[in-house]
């Protein structure tokens, strides 16, 4: 690979890393304020996909995958949901996790189950990285496992 494609090829997956941040926060968004997708996609198109928000987050989103993430979620929630609480260890309840926490597991669960042509083990590298960013307790350790056990039951290639 040239250093132009590799230089292509890196913008490509921090545009893509900052796309499924901002869905995770979408989601947050959309569960703490009680906004529907539409509008919320709306909102983050004007003031969040294009470079620093007022979050701290940093990078300009692909916009298209941003709004494939969330509407994804959205059209295939109770799906998603059910998948999740199948892998969450006993006495977890999906409802009983921190909104941040779920935000993240349903837009990782989405790629699992309805983006085959991502690699598992890419999917699960990202959202426990994502997960860093969010908290230092052990909520990556627990991301790591609910959504290894998941890809374990859904993908070929885990």
């Known amino acids: 690979m040239n250093k132009a494609a590799k ?5 490509h997956a921090r545009q893509r890393r ?3 941040l901002r869905a ?3 989601l947050f968004q959309m569960e703490i ?4 997708a539409r509008r ?7 003031n969040r996909l294009d470079g620093a928000d ?6 300009e989103a692909d916009a298209a995958l941003f709004e494939k993430l969330v509407l994804g979620v959205v ?4 799906s998603i949901d059910e998948a999740i609480s199948r892998h969450l260890a006993t006495n977890w309840r999906l409802e009983r996790l921190d909104t941040t926490v779920r935000a993240l597991l349903r837009v990782a ?11 598992a083990k890419a999917i699960l590298d990202e959202y426990i990285d994502l997960s860093g960013d969010f908290f230092s307790g052990p909520e990556p350790g627990f991301v790591n496992g609910a959504l290894a056990a998941l890809a374990r039951a859904e993908r070929d290639d885990f």
Do not use: C, W, Y
């Open 33 to 36: 304020g009680g906004m529907g």
């Open 75 to 78: 059209e295939f929630q109770k």
């Open 7 to 11: 230089k292509h090829a890196e913008l």
């Open 24 to 26: 995770i926060q979408a």
């Open 54 to 59: 007022d979050t701290g987050a940093k990078g």
């Open 18 to 20: 900052a796309a499924r």
């Open 40 to 46: 919320v996609i709306e909102e983050f198109r004007e």
């Open 109 to 119: 669960s989405l790629e699992i189950l309805h983006f085959p042509q991502t690699p």
